[in-house]
């Protein structure tokens, strides 16, 4: 998602599984009933992506309110009340929607607090808001964590082993074709952190006398994207380059709340041609932001990039793709993205009973026809056919070299 030097932790910490617990029930039944009104009310005004999850999949999460309800009424305990409400959110089919779970809770606060700690201005105001979401639920999260027998979260990851992450999981350059072609492989732009600068700067000091540089992330799911734009971008550049794109934002209290000072009269995207059909100045108010992306310092890189991508690209990366087909800062190839990118840091609120923070995307970002990204997602200039990532890699590396770099 573009929202410039955020953390996008959400769609990674999501997806972890319930542990073995006790059982307990300390909320009532009305608790559970109001907490559940409150999920439903909330997402209903603020949700975006409703008529996309139903032209999508036929599938309308609006009217599964009556047998919502009843299976949160039919709950004998607090764990199986966790249970169900999660998987009402996951029935949105959105990696960036979901309860925030026990078993993430304690990392998580680590990775905003750290956030606050290094950025300045608008972003850490963004991850302070986070943090204090964070804070005000604790004692109700410590409640959780000791249900689902959650374990104390070990000490912080050392620098050492932050730089052999990097090394051997995220990070990697091959050069072939006698020094012609440099393939750097980014497999997430999660955690970002001074040893993941430290070390793209590395490797792209490393490509200077290229002829052509593969960026390849097809199995980057996302991150942050200052990962990209702060320590990959700017060292391949030679002049400033501006990036703006355009959302919708649902007319619900948080939503407006949070990106209020974003505003624009609806007439700004009304032409759009692939405009979707749910997205009316009756349901939705525009919104835009821009960013311009400087050089740092004189490139030395004089030769061609390719941004190689594929399915699983999404959030962050899936921004990056974006970025580079609207500017033409590199040739675009593969298979279509994951989507849900150009947006920002998803919406949280809490449930007021069990104090379960709720998190969305309330940010609806538009490709430049119109489309919406989460929807449309992000077609290459070259596709490639085949499933096999490594397969794609090796062919666009022998096309480059047979057709001297030409499309």
Not at 186 to 211: A, H, K, M, N, W
Not at 293 to 312: C, M, N, T
Request: glycine share 8%; net charge positive; hydrophobic share 35%.
């Amino acid at each position: 998602m573009m929202d410039f030097g955020k953390q996008t932790l959400l769609a990674v910490v999501l997806t972890f599984l319930a542990l073995p617990g006790n059982t307990q029930n300390r909320l009532t039944e009305q608790q559970k009933k109001e907490d559940f009104e409150c999920l439903y009310r909330t997402l209903r005004e603020n949700y975006p992506y409703f008529q996309v999850l139903k032209r999508q999949t036929g599938f309308d999460w609006l009217a599964q309110y009556d047998r919502y309800r009843s299976e949160i009424e039919q709950t004998s305990d607090d764990r199986s009340f966790y249970e169900t409400m999660s998987r009402v959110v996951r029935e949105l089919r959105n990696g960036h929607a979901g309860i925030v779970p026990p078993q993430a809770f304690d990392r998580m606060v680590d990775a905003f607090g750290a956030a606050t700690a290094e950025l300045k201005g608008k972003a850490a105001r963004r991850y302070r808001y986070w943090g204090e979401q964070f804070e005000q639920v604790r004692p109700k999260y410590d409640y959780w964590k000791e249900l689902f027998g959650v374990p104390p979260v070990p000490p912080g990851v050392s620098a050492e082993e932050k730089k052999a992450i990097y090394d051997v999981r995220n990070l990697s350059l091959r050069i072939v074709d006698s020094g012609r072609v440099a393939w750097l492989r980014i497999d997430s732009f999660y955690p970002y952190s001074p040893e993941y600068t430290e070390r793209v700067r590395q490797l792209l000091d490393s490509v200077r006398g290229c002829e052509h540089l593969i960026v390849d992330i097809q199995r980057n799911r996302g991150g942050a994207d200052g990962a990209w734009m702060k320590d990959v971008v700017p060292y391949l550049i030679r002049k400033p380059i501006r990036f703006r794109t355009w959302a919708v934002l649902r007319h619900g209290e948080l939503a407006s709340k949070r990106y209020m000072k974003r505003l624009y009269p609806f007439r700004r995207i009304a032409d759009l041609p692939k405009l979707p059909e749910e997205v009316t100045p009756e349901r939705f108010t525009v919104s835009s932001m821009e960013s311009v992306i400087r050089p740092a310092g004189k490139s030395d890189f004089e030769g061609r990039i390719w941004l190689l991508v594929g399915p699983k690209v999404f959030s962050a990366s899936e921004t990056f793709a974006a970025f580079a087909k609207a500017t033409g800062w590199a040739t675009v190839v593969g298979q279509r993205t994951g989507g849900d990118g150009l947006g920002i840091d998803p919406l949280v609120f809490t449930l007021p009973h069990s104090g379960l923070l709720v998190n969305f995307p309330g940010w609806y970002a538009l490709n430049p026809d119109g489309s919406g990204n989460f929807e449309t997602r992000t077609r290459p200039n070259i596709e490639l056919r085949g499933d096999d990532p490594a397969e794609t890699a090796e062919r666009l590396i022998d096309r480059i070299i047979r057709t001297g770099g030409d499309e």
